[in-house]
């Protein structure tokens, strides 16, 4: 068993039986296949085109375009090009992609939480949730949001307003009351359930901390409830309209105009983001060295939100809220948000956060038990463990399928076209390609965004999961 | 050092046994963990058996106790204070059904329907008999003799539907079906090609595959509908159906592919090396050793493929097929049955329509994978 076998000639076996050669051969006839269909493709193409008069150039991109859109984030109108029509299309595409991954994140993890609560009341509600919004078509829920809540809304003149929230400083003795009387049940509940010694008394003791919590909640409730629009004196009031108004036309928000000063407020919150990290650094190296923790979150808060906010008073509030004004028939002033915006992004963010709230709790279900056993044993409650021990296991689990949830949602932006939002399938792969008729150039460049938007982000999660790969046991 | 103190208690017998909790079982303990475990659990509790007592009489009474059951039209449906006008998808079911098929011929649809199921659940029943067989019929015998029912022939007698008279369940049914019937073949070849070690065919896959992946099914579906008919000659331009139809089947095969690929990955590599040292071919390898195994453990996979597919049947009507979804559009808007009600009606029955099917396929991929997992629990 040595060198001499190794350099034998290899046996001789016919040509069509040799493995390297029949790869050679596969590789030549596929190949030659594909690029003979592809060929027959663009001939045939060419052909019909020039037949029928279709343009085969790009020279309609600079061509003045003659429609208008109703949402635009760059200067557009009739007289612009072609081209800042396909702007306008994709950048509205990106506006209600990168809006809707905010909230279908924000839900799907609350939900993905809630699905494996331990409270019946939550978990049910995130599974019926779930189990709903996954099995339903993306198309059917989006014409349900604009087609049977948006579109029947009242016209402007009896739009529904949200009303304002006033807090006035608390001057009835009667909220006091509500209040200790929710202080007391809830300690009164406490201590009959530390007392539990024999088993009547544990049942007693059981009653009577769930009778506490219902009425310390009721009381609170009732407390917060009393002084709700009480005239005078009271805590919470509705007042007038807030300048948020829901119509058919749309949701009329107020427009924030910045004066000058502003830039001081804009300064202490680069000075607060700057300090809450350098207070971050300080914390995480104090308990390091010494095991003592540190209120990062409030410090945090306080800094992001209180020196931006001081800034504001002391340059003398330099933003000014102009609300939409009913003039007429319609509103004048603030912010119109469309409705088929609206419809878009409900339908979108609430049917993907049906699909993240399943990852994130295959996620967290991933994560071994022991780790949130070890957890409980050295002493943390369930929310750190959560925030400390499990989600930070479960996030390598949970990121890659939830890059892939965000593509899918960009993806499933291009369903504007059935409601009418001007996303760049609507504007240029619809009105575009209809008054050109350059086909072909119109879907190969709306198809090249939506691929260059996908593999760039598969490149990137692939360049984040080989930085955080777990080394293989 | 010094004498030992004596303890000032020493217990000279076992403290008394205490008795079993008995209310550490059953309801009580059940209620307490999962509804009253704490300040917030109880809030939590409340504030969903509150909703439930709010939500329930409005729906019991806008669903069934209110709703109109019987009307020819939308009067009674119009009344103020009327709930679901259930009366309007009883009168518009045969629209859902056929849409514009011809009346005389839908004998033609439901048998194909039934063909569908019948064929549905013998390949979905587990252990049933010669599932080899109802592969073939459902793969390739039944997709022939639908087309040849549905559009008529006149050798066998049956008169011509064209297929712009098509529409409703039964075509989101068709637009399914060819979808699944032809990406399954599609993406086990996609995937084999993705994996195979011929660097040509490897490249041709992935770039198919990723291609098709990294777009919104409407572009494919656009790209179908307005360039096929311009890659080929003039003469044979695709039937207004087809072309959506070619649209969905090469879109559900990329999907497939990626699902087979991580069944053929799935597999250990022993397989591969002993089914080549039994000295079998390539094909013939992948026939009988490698695909059976890797397609078993993607079940799951598969069926999320069709439920996903499924749902996005619905979107075919971008280019003008009017398929279920399409058919409730059209009669929602129908100026006889207008009303505050019919926009939701319609949606609810369409949500229905889907759910059932949908959650129906998710349950039984579930039942699936416990059956699958049972083989190698230890």
Redesign the interface.
């Known amino acids: 068993m040595s060198g001499g076998e190794q350099g034998a000639a290899r046996p001789q076996v016919p040509l069509l039986h040799d493995p390297r050669f029949r790869g050679i051969l596969a590789q030549a006839l596929t190949a030659l296949v594909v690029i003979s269909l592809i060929w027959a493709a663009v001939d045939n193409a060419a052909t019909n085109m020039r037949a029928r008069g279709i343009p085969t150039n790009f020279d309609f991109w600079d061509r003045t375009s003659g429609f208008d859109v109703n949402q635009t984030l760059i200067a557009y109108s009739a007289i612009s090009t072609y081209g800042q029509a396909f702007w306008v299309g994709l950048l509205n595409t990106l506006l209600v992609a990168g809006i809707g991954i905010v909230f279908a994140t924000l839900l799907g993890f609350l939900l993905g939480v809630m699905r494996l609560s331990a409270n019946w009341a939550a978990r049910s509600f995130a599974a019926i949730y779930v189990e709903t919004l996954r099995n339903v078509p993306l198309l059917l829920q989006l014409l349900f949001w604009y087609n049977a809540i948006l579109t029947p809304l009242p016209a402007p003149r009896a739009s529904l307003g949200m009303p304002s929230v006033t807090l006035t400083w608390p001057d009835a003795p009667s909220f006091a009351l509500a209040l200790a009387a929710a202080g007391g049940a809830f300690f009164a509940a406490r201590f009959a359930r530390s007392r539990a010694e024999d088993d009547a008394r544990e049942l007693l003791a059981s009653v009577g901390a769930a009778l506490g919590w219902i009425v310390a909640l009721v009381a609170l409730l009732f407390g917060a409830s009393v002084f709700i629009g009480a005239p005078g004196g009271g805590v919470l009031h509705w007042g007038g309209p807030a300048g948020v108004y829901l119509n058919n036309r749309g949701l009329l928000l107020p427009d924030p105009r910045f004066g000058p000063g502003f830039e001081w407020v804009m300064a202490a919150l680069a000075l607060g983001v700057a300090l809450s990290l350098a207070f971050g650094i300080w914390a995480r190296r104090r308990q390091a060295l010494s095991g003592a923790q540190s209120p990062l979150a409030l410090v945090s808060l306080a800094l992001i939100l209180g020196l931006p906010l001081l800034a504001f008073f002391a340059a003398g509030g330099p933003v000014t809220l102009e609300y939409p004004v009913l003039r007429g028939f319609n509103f004048q002033g603030g912010v119109r948000v469309l409705p088929e915006f609206v419809a878009l992004l409900l339908g979108l963010s609430l049917y993907t956060a049906a699909f993240i709230a399943e990852e994130v709790r295959a996620g967290v279900q991933s994560v071994a038990r022991g780790q949130t056993e070890a957890a409980h044993a050295l002493g943390l409650r369930a929310a750190p463990t959560l925030r400390l021990v499990v989600l930070p296991q479960a996030m390598r689990v949970i990121l890659p399928p939830l890059t892939s949830q965000y593509l899918n949602l960009t993806k499933n932006s291009s369903l504007a076209v059935f409601i009418g939002y001007p996303d760049l399938v609507q504007v240029f792969m619809g009105t575009v390609l209809n008054q050109t008729g350059a086909a072909v150039q119109v879907i190969a460049v709306t198809m090249a965004v939506y691929l260059t938007i996908s593999l760039a982000t598969s490149g990137l999660m692939a360049l984040y999961a080989r930085r955080t790969a777990w080394a293989e046991r | 050092m010094a004498e030992r103190t004596t303890p000032s208690f020493l217990r000279t017998e076992p403290s008394p046994v ?2 079993p ?3 550490a079982g059953g309801a ?1 303990k059940w ?7 704490g ?11 509150a909703f439930i007592v709010w939500a329930t009489p409005g729906l019991v009474r806008h669903l069934i106790l209110d709703a109109v059951w019987t009307s020819p039209d939308g009067v009674a449906c119009r009344a103020p204070g009327a709930g679901a006008c259930w009366s309007f998808i009883a009168r518009k079911l045969e629209f859902f059904l056929y849409a514009s098929y011809p009346r005389d011929m839908v004998w033609r649809v439901n048998l194909c329907l039934a063909m569908g199921a019948v064929l549905a659940v013998w390949l979905l029943w587990p252990g049933a008999a010669r599932k080899g067989l109802g592969a073939a019929l459902f793969f390739i015998v039944y997709p022939v003799a639908a087309l040849v029912l549905l559009h008529g022939s006149e050798a066998l007698g049956l008169p011509k539907a064209p297929t712009d008279l098509w529409g409703g369940i039964f075509l989101s049914m068709i637009v399914a079906t060819v979808g699944i019937v032809f990406s399954l073949p599609g993406g086990v070849l996609l995937a084999l090609g993705r994996r195979s ?5 490897r490249f ?1 896959a992935t770039l198919f595959i ?2 098709v ?7 494919v579906l ?2 179908a509908n ?2 096929l ?6 003469s044979w331009s695709p039937d207004r159906l087809v072309r959506p139809l070619v649209g969905v089947s090469l879109f559900a095969s990329a999907y497939m592919a990626e699902v087979v690929r991580a069944g053929l990955q799935a597999i250990p590599r022993g397989q591969t090396e002993g089914a080549m040292a039994l000295g079998l071919s390539y094909w013939k390898m992948m026939r009988l050793i490698i695909l059976p195994q890797a397609l078993t453990v993607v079940i799951p996979g598969i069926v999320g493929i069709f ?1 996903g597919l499924f ?2 049947t ?2 075919v ?2 280019v003008g097929i009017p398929d279920f ?1 399409r058919t409730v ?1 059209t009669a ?1 808007l129908d100026p006889a049955w207008a009303g ?1 009600t019919i ?2 009606t319609g ?1 609810l029955f ?2 229905a329509f ?2 059932v099917f ?2 129906g396929m ?1 349950r039984y991929s579930l039942m699936m994978e416990r059956r699958l997992a049972a083989g190698r629990k230890r």
Do not use: H, Q
């Open positions: 205490l008795p909790p008995v209310f009580v209620v307490r963990e999962n509804m009253l475990a300040p917030g659990s109880a809030l939590f509790t409340l504030v969903g058996l070690r011929l660097p040509v065919v041709f990723e291609f992946r990294g777009v919104p099914f409407i572009t656009f790209m307005t360039m008919p311009l890659f080929v000659p003039a439920i749902k996005d619905t979107l009507a971008v979804l559009e929602r505050p926009s939701t949606y369409a949500g889907y759910w949908c959650f998710s």
